[in-house]
C-alpha cells in the first residue's frame, strides 16, 4: 500500500532520497490491483514505473526535479490527455485519444508528477453518483453497497483508497465535493476563472471548473500553486497568480462565519457533525451566525435548466461524422443517422440533452431558461450582500448520507437534490471546499465552506482549523 503521507510528504520523501518513485508508484500499482473491485479506474498508465525510475536517475544525478517529482495523480476521464484515453465514460468516445494536453496536464506534468490512470466518472460528467458511467459504476470503499459521490467518484475513490496521492475532477454542481464528502477525502471548488478549462471536455461551459481532491488541505494547496494561474489557451481564466502557499490564517482576525439556514440536514446525526464543526470554530475565536439566502430554494431547478441548455449545445457536435466511431453511413439519411449514432448515448444523458433542447425553445424560453437566469442572478446578488459582513459560509457538504446504488437510479428529481447544499458555489462562481469531518454509520460526513470570489488561497488556510492533514 502506498505510505499514508500527505503528497507534500512524498515529495519531499522521494526528492531527499529517503525513498524512491518507483517504490512509490509500485506500491500504489499494487493497491490499484487489490481495489479493482471498486472500479476507480478506467485507464492506466502503463509506463508509470519507468517514468518514476527516470524521475529516481534524475535525483541521483543530482538533478532538480518539479514539486510533484514522483507523486501518483490520477484524473478524471473528461480531462484531456495526450499519452491517454480520454473517453467521458461513455460508448461515444469509446478510444479516443486526444491529440494534445490539457492546461492542467501539461502543468503537473512539467513538475514531474506521475499520471497512473484516468478515473471512472458519470457519463460526461452527468450525475452525482458514479452510477451513469457506460463502464459500469464505481462503489464507495466504505461501504461497497453505496455511491461514491458523483460525477468524479472514481478520482474520490482513488485517493481514499491510496491509489493516487492527489486527483484531478471537475465540478460543476458539485462534482468535486460531492464524492469527496461521500469518500471522506478533501475537495476543492475553486472561482470560477482560477484554472483553465482548457481540455476539459465541456459539460456546461459557464459554471464548471476542474477541481483537486487529495487527503490533506495542504496537498490542495500544493496542486493548486501549480494548475492555477491565467492560460492564453482559455479566456475565462482570470487574472490571477497562483494561489499562495505561503499566505498564513491570524486567529486574531476574529472571521465572521455565517451558517446557511437554507443548506441543514433534516437527518440530525448530519446536522450534529456541523454543529461540532460550529463549536471548535468558536473555540477558535470565529463568531458564527445563522443567515439566510433565500434563492437557494430555487437553485437546484435553476442549475439543471441553465446546464442542459449549454449540454444540448455541448453535445450536438456528436455526431459521428466530424469524428466518432466507426458506423457505416449506407442507406441512412442525415437525420437518421445522427439519431442513430447518438443511440451510445446513455439515458441520463439522453434526458438532459432533450430537456436542454426545450428549455430554451421559442414560447417556452421565457418561463424556464430565463426564468433559470434570473434565479442565477438573484443568488449572486444575495451571496455578494451576505459576504459583505460574513468571510465565510458553512454547511455540510451533502444533506444526506450516501444512498444505496440503484436506490435513486430511477428517481432524477431525488437525485438532482442532492445538490442542494453544493451548486450555490457554481450558479455564483465561488470557492468552495468540503473536508471530511464526521462519520454516521461507517459513513464519512463532509464540511462545506464558501468563501468569497478570489479569496481560494485565504480559504485554503482557513480551512486548517477543521482540516486533517493526515488523513
Known amino acids: 500500500m502506498i505510505p499514508a503521507q500527505t503528497a507534500t510528504e512524498l515529495v519531499r520523501m522521494i526528492s531527499s532520497g529517503e525513498t524512491t518513485a ?30 518514476a525510475k527516470e524521475i529516481d536517475h534524475r535525483i541521483q544525478r543530482g538533478e532538480k526535479v518539479g514539486r510533484l517529482a514522483g507523486i501518483p495523480i490520477s484524473i478524471k476521464d473528461n480531462i484531456c490527455t495526450k499519452q491517454y484515453p480520454t473517453t467521458c465514460a461513455s460508448h461515444m468516445l469509446d478510444g479516443y485519444m486526444p491529440p494534445y494536453d490539457a492546461t492542467v496536464i501539461r502543468r503537473i506534468l512539467d513538475e514531474d508528477a506521475i499520471i497512473i490512470g484516468k478515473t471512472n466518472m458519470d457519463e460526461f460528467a452527468m450525475g452525482l453518483s458514479t452510477e451513469f458511467s457506460a463502464y459500469g459504476p464505481t462503489l464507495n470503499p466504505h461501504n461497497t453497497e453505496v455511491v461514491p459521490g458523483g460525477s468524479s467518484g472514481g478520482s474520490a475513490v482513488s485517493v481514499a483508497t491510496h491509489t493516487s496521492a492527489i486527483s484531478l475532477g471537475s465540478d460543476t454542481g458539485g462534482s468535486v465535493r460531492n464524492p469527496a464528502s461521500f469518500c471522506g477525502v478533501v475537495g476543492f471548488k475553486p472561482t470560477y476563472g482560477m484554472i483553465s478549462r482548457y481540455g476539459l471536455i465541456s459539460y456546461a461551459n459557464s459554471i464548471e471548473q476542474i477541481g483537486p481532491m487529495a487527503r490533506s488541505i495542504s496537498d490542495i494547496q500544493l496542486c493548486m500553486s501549480i494548475v492555477s494561474g491565467p492560460d492564453v489557451n482559455d479566456n475565462t481564466t482570470a487574472n490571477s497568480t497562483p494561489v499562495s502557499l505561503s499566505e498564513q490564517y491570524n486567529a486574531t482576525e476574529n472571521p465572521k462565519i455565517g451558517i446557511i439556514r437554507q443548506m441543514a440536514s433534516k437527518d440530525t446525526r448530519i446536522q450534529n457533525i456541523l454543529n461540532k464543526a460550529i463549536e471548535e470554530l468558536s473555540s477558535h475565536g470565529c463568531q458564527c451566525d445563522e443567515v439566510s439566502l433565500e434563492m437557494v430554494d430555487y437553485s437546484v431547478a435553476a442549475y439543471y435548466t441553465i446546464t442542459s441548455t449549454e449540454v444540448a449545445s455541448n453535445l450536438a457536435r456528436y455526431d ?24 451510445r448515448f446513455g439515458a441520463e444523458v439522453k434526458r438532459r440533452m432533450i430537456a436542454g433542447g426545450f428549455v430554451p425553445s421559442a414560447g417556452y424560453a421565457g418561463r424556464y ?17 451576505t459576504f459583505e459582513e460574513y468571510d465565510y459560509l458553512i454547511s455540510v457538504t451533502v444533506p444526506i448520507l450516501p444512498f444505496r446504488i440503484g436506490e435513486k437510479i430511477d428517481d432524477p428529481v431525488s437525485m438532482f437534490l442532492v445538490d442542494i447544499n453544493t451548486v450555490t458555489a457554481n450558479l455564483t462562481g465561488k470557492p468552495a471546499i468540503s473536508i471530511p469531518y464526521g462519520v454516521v454509520d461507517g459513513l464519512p460526513v463532509g464540511i462545506q465552506i464558501m468563501a468569497n470570489s478570489m479569496e481560494d488561497a485565504k480559504l485554503l488556510q482557513f480551512s486548517h482549523i477543521l482540516g486533517d492533514d493526515t488523513q
Open 22 to 51: 518507483e517504490y512509490i508508484i509500485g506500491q500504489t500499482l499494487k493497491q490499484i490491483e487489490d481495489t479493482s473491485h471498486l472500479h476507480a479506474f478506467l485507464h492506466m498508465n502503463s509506463n508509470a514505473i519507468q517514468q
Open 320 to 343: 459521428n461524422i466530424r469524428y466518432g466511431y466507426d458506423m457505416d453511413y449506407t442507406g441512412y439519411e442525415y437525420h437518421q443517422y445522427v439519431t442513430k449514432a447518438r443511440a
Open 369 to 385: 431558461f430565463l426564468k433559470a437566469l434570473k434565479v442565477k442572478s438573484r443568488l449572486t446578488r444575495e451571496i455578494n450582500r
